[in-house]
């Protein structure tokens, strides 16, 4: 069974910074069909942030485009979200999501991330 665990939000002040990590574990990150996150504001949808596939193709939402990356480390069967420039509408719980074959869905328990002055 595949768990994930987040970890590395908190509050932060507008065009701050944070790394958001997923740590993976009953399975290899390197063998999912694919890996995202996820974020759900306060009375909204939960929202793609960005997915990554195992060849590596990533897909942004534009909202994030330039200030978000993606990264993955095999090594410690994590992936990490690294978040810059941040603004007060980033303000939500994020999810990491993982796609192992092609209908096995996991997701962490989530990270709340808050940005404001």
């Known amino acids: 069974q595949v768990q994930l665990v987040e970890s590395g939000g908190g509050l932060v002040q507008p065009g701050g910074s944070l790394r958001l990590s997923c740590a993976a574990s009953?399975?290899?990150?390197?063998?999912?069909?694919?890996m995202g996150w996820y974020r759900q504001a306060p009375g909204k949808e939960r929202e793609l942030v960005v997915g990554i596939i195992s060849g590596g193709i990533t897909n942004y939402a534009d909202s994030v485009k330039g200030r978000f990356t993606i990264s993955r480390d095999n090594a410690k069967n994590t992936v990490y979200l690294q978040m810059n420039v941040l603004k007060p509408e980033d303000t939500a719980v994020y999810y990491c999501?993982?796609?192992?074959?092609?209908?096995?869905?996991?997701w962490g328990q989530g990270t709340q991330v808050t940005v404001s002055s």
């Open positions: 999501n993982a796609i192992v074959g092609q209908r096995d869905y996991y």
């Open positions: 009953g399975g290899r990150i390197s063998s999912f069909s694919a």
